[in-house]
């Protein structure tokens, strides 16, 4: 899936912390973003390929993007519910 650069209303910068912290952070996060607007998430962790879909999946949130470039690790999230 390609990611649109401006196609999101906030971001996190989690880059260089390491697992539970970019999650932590995400859960926080993820309450100040409206539902139906979408997060973006900069990491550095490989472990965020395997906890942020896990994230959403529970908490009922899409993943609409993730790609990896370079070791960095970028995610769309829209936030689901109310």
Request: charged share 25%; with cysteine; hydrophobic share 40%.
């Amino acid at each position: 899936m390609a990611l649109v650069a401006d196609a999101y209303e906030s971001e996190l910068d989690a880059r260089g912390l390491f697992c539970p912290e970019p999650v932590m952070m995400l859960h926080n996060r993820i309450n100040d973003v409206l539902p139906g607007e979408i997060l973006r998430v900069l990491a550095t962790d490989p472990s965020t390929t395997r906890d942020i879909p896990r994230f959403c999946q529970f908490l009922g949130h899409e993943l609409v993007s993730e790609a990896e470039k370079d070791g960095e690790y970028v995610y769309l999230i829209r936030r689901g519910g109310a």
